[in-house]
């Protein structure tokens, strides 16, 4: 057993013999140390041991100096959670003399477990960036309501690695899930008084245990062993998993919150204090203190929990919560902080995916396209951008145009490639994409914060609040511009992210800021009398095919108009020729077409295989007025329209030559050049 605490004076192991137990039967002073590690071998606990630490030292706020003894701490290090936390006061210590009634009866446990198991050859699908599609669900609110997954594995990690569950992934074509946090985390205080849960899971207790609530399994060590199984399930169907980690902060919450874990080990070490008043922490995060990366022992915690995962559970990689409150330097965000130094020389963790989420809870956290090579961004710049377009907004042409292409104007003056864009329309965080053209304002009455919560800038577009009165038509359009946004979404360059339920139709009922809410209203719907929509699930599928088809629309590096037989993309308008400068200015444009020109590539039919052109045209129309769009002259002999968002189920059929194409409002298609000119090189027919 070891734990760290520069401050310490002494540490005490604590052993418990029941979950039930309200003070532990064996204090057992930890007499090593090597440096400010306490550490010693306690032989006797074996898996299945309960234990916790007391930490004795300076009482001093003022200073920022936390150690109670009389407060049960949980181990940073800890596995597996052994009793989970139930609020009592006696888990705070805020005033002065600190607090002496003893928190043991109520604090969590940690727990030894066996970490024995049989991962039967299990392979990473090492999927490259380019040709990667993320997934981005909640482990309960996939599985909680799937039919076919047994009803006791409902909601949780054994839920998720059920065939139904991996099923439905394979058949929408994505090649990772991003799960929603699942190390072991708390409910903060004021949302158990209200009777409401962090349902999200952003408020973490210890970076080592999964959430006990998301198994099946009852035993420590067996809900190890399911997240296990898990992780072997969806790589044995060529699906990555990367974890949604949070190393901003933790659920101990602001100087009045409870005393739970690091605040009690050395809240010095472990936390950014605030240096104009040290009882008070320097919170970056928006949730009451800021981890203390900078910190050699808390960067030694956050590098051995990531290793950990990366090496014994064998997870693909991570998603960094509020990324730019790692980086923080004394001066600011920090592209050479020491995190991000340690992490790009880590022999384990430099090869696995990064995902930055690139900003934190304070102005000057906004940080999207200055994080290193390396690393790809939640690129929010993308994510406004193209639900501006979706709304209507003129003006927005040339944006459209750097977004759609990658957005170099954020990473390729660094020498990072498209793929550092993660581009995304929606998320957990904020509407999803049938609330977002179905709302112009948020609702989130039910979180009981007399909906102040919530970001109230979160570019919306009730599609009902104008045009057409008749329901029918509100539908039709809507559902319209929600394909319009998927599709966007999937043949841009860079890294597509699809919102988990948004392709069956999810709704939050206008609820923006749905963290605390584990009930239907969050829960993926997979029946049509949950509102499961049918039509836009296999609409996404064959957007998510065509991305896959199309090596053009995967580039691994920006269009720069070169190509061996002529220029990599054309921008085209109405009139079917190349944009000029006046087009490109023009305040009130809201039609584009984008014509990508990649490399030959081989398609197989019945009759043999032939080698064709990869060539892409996508036009783009979000005003309210049709728009007949003359088309270039293919390269081939047809034009063939693969997908338009005008209709859940048109296409393929081929457009007949000379002929404007009628490109509806609020629509996108996508065209693809093909012909019998197109060389076949074997199996020739006449």
Same mark, same amino acid.
């Given at each position: ?9 002494? !540490? ?30 306690? %032989?006797? @606990? ?14 001093? %706020? ?27 006061? /006696? ?10 009634? $003893? ?54 990690? @054994? ?17 990772? !899930? ?18 409401? +849960? ?13 959430? %006990? ?26 699906? =990555? ?19 739970? /874990? ?62 730019? @409150? #790692? ?29 930055? =989420? ?53 990473? @390729? ?18 509407? +999803? ?73 999810? +709704? ?19 029946? %049509? ?38 220029? $990599?993309?054309?921008? #085209? ?14 305040? =009130? ?9 990649? $490399? ?24 309210? /007025? ?42 996108? !298609? ?10 076949? !090189? ?5």
């Amino acid at each position: 057993m070891a734990v760290f605490s520069a401050a310490a004076t002494a !540490v005490d192991l604590c052993l418990f013999d029941r979950p039930d137990s309200r003070t532990e039967s064996r204090r057992l002073p930890l007499t090593e140390r090597t440096g400010a590690v306490w550490h010693g071998y306690r %032989p006797e @606990a074996r898996p299945g041991q309960l234990y916790g630490f007391r930490v004795h030292g300076p009482w001093s %706020p003022g200073d920022g100096h936390r150690c109670n003894p009389a407060k049960l701490l949980f181990d940073p290090y800890a596995r597996a959670v052994g009793r989970p936390l139930v609020w009592h006061p /006696s888990l705070f210590s805020t005033g002065d003399p600190p607090d002496p009634v $003893d928190s043991a009866a109520w604090a969590p446990l940690g727990v030894v477990i066996d970490d024995t198991f049989d991962w039967q050859g299990d392979t990473r699908p090492e999927v490259a960036w380019p040709d990667t599609i993320i997934y981005e669900l909640h482990v309960k609110g996939f599985t909680a309501r799937h039919p076919g997954i047994p009803e006791a594995q409902r909601g949780t990690y @054994a839920g998720l690695a059920s065939d139904a569950a991996v099923a439905h992934l394979r058949a929408l074509g994505v090649t990772a !899930v991003k799960l929603m946090p699942i190390h072991a985390r708390v409910d903060e205080h004021a949302l158990h008084a209200r009777g409401l +849960t962090n349902y999200w899971g952003y408020n973490t207790l210890g970076f080592f245990a999964p959430e %006990p609530r998301l198994a099946a399994a009852q035993r420590p060590d067996d809900v190890v062993r399911e997240f296990k199984t898990m992780v072997r399930a969806l790589h044995g169907a060529g699906i =990555e998993v990367i974890l949604d980690v949070v190393y901003n902060h933790t659920a101990e919450g602001d100087h009045l919150g409870p005393t739970l /874990s690091m605040r009690g080990l050395d809240n010095a070490s472990y936390y950014r204090l605030d240096p104009q008043d040290r009882r008070r922490y320097d919170d970056l995060t928006g949730c009451g203190n800021t981890l203390k990366v900078s910190s050699p022992s808390v960067l030694h915690l956050v590098m051995d929990s990531l290793r950990y995962w990366v090496q014994e559970v064998h997870v693909d990689g991570f998603r960094f919560d509020l990324a730019s @409150a #790692l980086a923080r330097g004394p001066r600011g965000f920090d592209r050479t902080a020491t995190f991000l130094q340690v992490i790009q020389q880590d022999p384990v963790l430099s090869q696995v995916k990064l995902i930055a =989420e690139p900003w934190d809870a304070t102005p000057e956290g906004y940080q999207v396209g200055q994080f290193p090579p390396g690393w790809t961004e939640w690129n929010g710049k993308y994510r406004d951008c193209v639900r501006r377009v979706w709304r209507g907004e003129a003006g927005r042409r040339a944006e459209l145009a750097t977004r759609l292409s990658g957005s170099s104007d954020l990473y @390729a003056t660094s020498g990072r490639r498209p793929f550092a864009s993660l581009n995304f329309v929606t998320s957990h965080d904020g509407f +999803t994409l049938a609330d977002l053209v179905s709302y112009a304002h948020k609702h989130n009455e039910a979180n009981g914060e007399c909906n102040r919560d919530g970001d109230p800038h979160n570019l919306s577009a009730n599609w009902g609040a104008e045009g057409p009165t008749d329901d029918a038509e509100i539908r039709a359009r809507r559902a319209c511009v929600q394909r319009s946004l998927l599709l966007t979404l999937l043949v841009s360059q860079g890294v597509p992210m699809i919102n988990g339920g948004d392709e069956l139709g999810r +709704t939050q009922q206008g609820n923006n800021n749905a963290y605390c809410h584990d009930s239907p209203l969050t829960w993926t719907p997979w029946l %049509p009398e949950h509102g499961a929509d049918a039509s836009m699930l296999a609409f996404a599928q064959r957007v998510v095919a065509l991305r896959h088809a199309h090596p053009v629309l995967r580039r691994r590096a920006f269009l720069d108009g070169a190509h061996p037989d002529g220029v $990599d993309v054309a921008w #085209l308008g109405p009139s079917g020729e190349v944009l000029t400068e006046a087009d490109w200015q023009d305040p =009130e444009a809201r039609v584009l077409g984008m014509w990508l020109h990649g $490399d030959a590539i081989r398609e197989r039919d019945a009759r043999g295989e032939r080698i064709i052109s990869d060539s892409v045209l996508l036009l783009v129309n979000w005003g309210a /007025s049709d728009v007949a769009f003359q088309l270039p002259p293919p390269r081939a002999s047809s034009w063939i329209l693969d997908l338009t968002s005008a209709a859940a189920d048109a296409g393929p059929v081929v457009l007949p030559p000379d002929v404007p194409y009628p490109l509806q409002a609020h629509a996108a !298609v996508v065209l693809r050049d093909s012909g019998p000119h197109a060389n076949r !090189v074997e199996g020739d027919a006449p």
